[in-house]
């Protein structure tokens, strides 16, 4: 079974950064993209950013110039950079990516468990 993985989240203070990362494991044929979600208490989880395989990222528009995505694909990997960070960035952050777990069978979307921000003085 595939398997997602996050780390480095915790408690940072307002204007200060984290670096959160993800790891596939298990089953993988091909990831066509990955991603990171965010949903805080009482509110709808939301795409904070993605990468298709061979596209460009995308950002929600509330972290645009303070977030950036990026990916390790020969370790399946996919951080999260976070500066400047606010009290409204506070939320779990879920890793999320379109897996293939065998060649010719078509992909579904995997989640990971994830990762507690929380960003307060």
């Known amino acids: 079974q595939v398997q997602l993985v996050e780390s480095g989240g915790g408690l940072v203070q307002p204007g200060g950064s984290l670096r959160l990362s993800c790891v596939a494991s298990?089953?993988?044929?091909?990831?066509?993209?990955m991603g990171w979600y965010r949903q805080a208490p009482g509110k709808q989880r939301e795409l904070v950013a993605s990468?298709?395989?061979?596209?460009?990222?995308n950002y929600a528009d509330s972290v645009k110039g303070r977030f950036t995505i990026s990916r390790d694909n020969a370790k399946n990997t996919v951080y999260l950079q976070m500066n400047s960070l606010k009290p409204e960035d506070t939320a779990v952050y879920y890793c999320n990516a379109d897996i293939a777990p065998y060649i010719f069978v078509p992909p579904q979307d995997y989640w990971g468990q994830g990762t507690q921000v929380t960003v307060s003085s």
């Open positions: 990468l298709v395989s061979g596209g460009s990222p």
């Open positions: 298990g089953r993988i044929s091909s990831i066509n993209a």
